[in-house]
């Protein structure tokens, strides 16, 4: 009877796994407020009141953005799979949310067009450098029989993280105004990348040695 006392139960699932999904779900919340009224920001602070124009710059923000991501990602990625153990994968992860992070008080200061265009190409680099590492070392430690389960508890905090926020991204900025919405946004997801500084000492230091190794998925960290 002791002895099964004395027997520790099972983790559910690995420290590194549930800080990596805890960030993420921090990271989206924080995205998830801003995504519902960027368009209206951009049509109040950027074109001021001009409908045809905001919809012009949002259209070519969101080009900036995925374009420059498009193109840093790869290089990065390669970059990362050529060196081995997981240190430089873990503080590119860490140092983008940072950049990320600094991106919503960019737009803050934003007054025209090209400084909008300027803060998402900042932010496809933070997010260039934060998503194959997260991604990779995710995979890698994936505790092994477990692996749809703990896929689907990153994907419900996504959807999770962006779904709360929704509903509150346009109460806040119509109660507290833009500038305490993109202050949240900035705070959530710099508090997402101090939360994986829990796992730095986690994480290898050498190639190979990992849990389980599989194809890097796609999905929005």
Do not use: C
């Not at 990596?20 to 074109?47: E, H, M, R, Y």
């Not at 992070?101 to 934060?130: D, E, K, N, R």
């Not at 389960?149 to 905090?157: G, H, L, Q």
């Not at 996504?158 to 929704?166: K, L, S, Y």
């Amino acid at each position: 009877m002791n002895k099964i006392k004395n027997k520790k139960m099972p983790k559910l699932i690995s420290k590194i796994i549930k800080v990596l999904i805890t960030s993420d779900f921090f990271l989206n919340l924080g995205w998830g407020l801003l995504s519902p009224i960027f368009a209206l920001f951009v049509l109040q602070k950027i074109t001021i009141g001009d409908p045809a124009k905001a919809a012009e710059v949002a259209g070519f923000s969101a080009l900036a953005y995925w374009i420059s991501k498009s193109l840093i990602e790869i290089p990065i990625g390669r970059f990362l799979d050529k060196h081995p153990g997981e240190k430089d994968d873990f503080w590119f992860m860490v140092i983008g949310l940072f950049i990320v992070g600094m991106v919503p008080i960019g737009y803050l200061f934003s007054t025209t067009p090209w400084q909008i265009y300027i803060f998402q190409i900042v932010h496809a680099v933070g997010m260039a450098m934060a998503l194959p590492s997260w991604l990779a070392i995710f995979t890698r430690h994936i505790d092994k029989g477990k692996e749809a389960f703990e896929w689907s508890m990153e994907t419900t905090s996504i959807g999770a993280g962006a779904g709360i926020a929704g509903g509150l991204g346009g109460i806040i900025a119509s109660v507290l105004g833009f500038k305490i919405l993109f202050i949240f946004v900035s705070v959530l997801t710099i508090f997402s990348a101090f939360l994986l500084l829990l796992v730095r000492n986690n994480v290898s230091t050498r190639g190979g040695g990992f849990i389980v190794s599989y194809e890097k998925p796609v999905v929005e960290p």
